[in-house]
T-cell receptor
Framework: GDSVTQMEGPVTLSEEAFLTINCTYT??????LFWYVQYPGEGLQLLLK?????DKGSNKGFEATYRKETTSFHLEKGSVQVSDSAVYFC???????????FGTGTRLQVFP | NAGVTQTPKFQVLKTGQSMTLQCAQD?????MYWYRQDPGMGLRLIYY???????DKGEVPNGYNVSRLNKREFSLRLESAAPSQTSVYFC????????????FGDGTRLSIL
């Protein structure tokens, strides 16, 4: 079945460092791909999305490119801030549905 | 700016007690979802409702029941709580169209003793 695999955390970085959180997926057809962010004590918020191959989603300095050839959707940010500390979830929506399948989440800790 | 509202935010139950978690959305969305979040397991779908009057099982439905009261409200019931149901529960909604994201509530932290 469809699934999402994320790198295990926590990812620990200093402020202004470059961030990559890896995400790969298994799916039939052409799923939509999402990154959600969960700040402490809050629900999940949509960070960015991509709906077809080679699309790049971007928001708040974060980017991810839908790579069908490598079945990946890695999250990147050029310069992280302490306020980016959160748990990041990669998710896919199988083709022609609005359901979501989540990865296990990656905790990011950014220190000043 | 309410979006998806869940009540209560916290609850402690004893094994065998029953409880209903409430969820309401004000975005006129067709689809609503209940998830549970456990450490190291991400979010797992318990039940979902594609439209008013319809509900379907998700990945982990055992021990739960749901009710789509109207388009706005989707409740989750634990008839006889068990310690294995200790978790954080999230409600979400979407407009049911493909490519559209789900919007989440802030969660209910439930502990079963």
């Amino acid at each position: 079945g469809d699934s999402v695999t994320q790198m295990e955390g926590p990812v620990t970085l200093s402020e202004e460092a470059f961030l990559t959180i890896n995400c790969t997926y298994t799916a039939t057809g052409y799923p939509s791909l999402f990154w959600y962010v969960q700040y402490p004590g809050e629900g999940l918020q949509l960070l960015l999305k991509a709906t077809k191959a080679d699309d790049k989603g971007s928001n708040k300095g974060f980017e991810a490119t839908y790579r069908k050839e490598t079945t990946s959707f890695h999250l990147e940010k050029g310069s992280v801030q302490v306020s980016d500390s959160a748990v990041y979830f990669c998710a896919l929506s199988p083709y022609n549905t609005d359901k979501l399948i989540f990865g296990t989440g990656t905790r990011l800790q950014v220190f000043p | 700016n309410a979006g998806v509202t869940q009540t209560p935010k916290f609850q402690v139950l004893k094994t065998g007690q029953s409880m209903t978690l409430q969820c309401a959305q004000d975005m006129n969305h067709n689809s609503m979802y209940w998830y549970r979040q456990d450490p190291g397991m991400g979010l797992r779908l318990i039940y979902y409702s594609a439209s008013e009057g319809t509900t379907d099982k998700g990945e982990v439905p055992n021990g739960y029941n749901v009710s789509r009261l109207n388009k706005r409200e989707f409740s989750l019931r634990l008839e006889s709580a068990a310690p294995s149901q200790t978790s954080v529960y999230f409600c979400a909604s979407s407009d049911g169209q493909v490519f559209q994201p789900q919007h989440f509530g802030d969660g209910t932290r439930l502990s079963i003793l």
